[in-house]
């Protein structure tokens, strides 16, 4: 089973419907919303060079996919 990170705003709505994806295909998922957590936005940053969310780092098979925006083709092919 994939280890799965997604980083999400509150008013972010590509990261709500990121959230409502991984719901739907029974995903399960660690939140961390970086407006709570300025802290792990920090470590997002320096990882990707990205401000944006969702930013989703999946841990699978031992390597780290990393997918920037919600890329729902991307997700589908990474979790087949």
């Known amino acids: ?3 799965i990170k997604i ?3 509150p008013s972010c709505v590509y990261c709500q419907m990121a959230k409502d994806y991984f719901k739907e295909k029974n995903v399960a998922y660690e939140e ?3 407006a709570e957590k300025p802290e792990e936005g920090q470590k997002m940053l320096e990882k990707t060079g990205q401000l944006g ?3 989703i780092f999946i841990e699978k098979d ?3 996919e ?3 925006g919600f890329d729902q083709a ?7």
């Open 53 to 55: 969310v969702p930013q």
């Open 32 to 34: 961390i919303n970086v």
């Open 66 to 68: 990393i997918i920037i």
């Open 1 to 3: 089973m994939p280890k």
């Open 62 to 64: 031992g390597k780290e």
């Open 7 to 9: 980083y999400t705003t």
């Open 74 to 80: 991307r997700l589908e092919e990474i979790l087949a």
